[in-house]
């Protein structure tokens, strides 16, 4: 069974940086796309970034250039850099690992809480 397991989220302020880390079990994170999405108080949930399994990326606009995403195979792990954060960046972020042919899996993790302070 496949797993995702985020870590990293906090409280920072204004400016501030955090890093978020996502490790999956099971043997098909390299052949993965992974994504980190955010569901802000109120909103629905959207997709802040993704990464293939040929490094290719794509970010939410309203993230752009002050978040990348990045991928370690050998450690089974997904990272969000998030820099300059602002409080509308404030929400639970999630962890997705998708895979859309066989062996499918649509796989979410339990969330990590980012609250960024005025």
């Known amino acids: 069974q496949v797993q995702v397991v985020e870590s990293g989220g906090g409280l920072v302020q204004a400016g501030g940086s955090l890093k978020l880390s996502c490790a999956a079990s099971?043997?098909?994170?390299?052949?993965?796309?992974m994504g980190w999405y955010r569901r802000a108080p109120g909103k629905e949930r959207e997709l802040v970034a993704r990464?293939?399994?040929?490094?290719?990326?794509n970010y939410a606009d309203s993230v752009k250039g002050r978040f990348t995403i990045s991928r370690d195979n050998a450690k089974n792990t997904v990272y969000l850099q998030m820099n300059s954060l602002t409080p509308e960046d404030t929400a639970v972020y999630y962890c997705?690992?998708?895979?859309?042919?066989?062996?499918?899996?649509?796989?979410w993790g339990q969330g990590t809480q980012v609250t960024v302070s005025s």
């Open positions: 990464i293939t399994t040929a490094g290719n990326t």
């Open positions: 997705n690992l998708n895979r859309g042919t066989w062996p499918k899996r649509d796989v």
């Open positions: 099971g043997s098909i994170f390299g052949i993965s796309d």
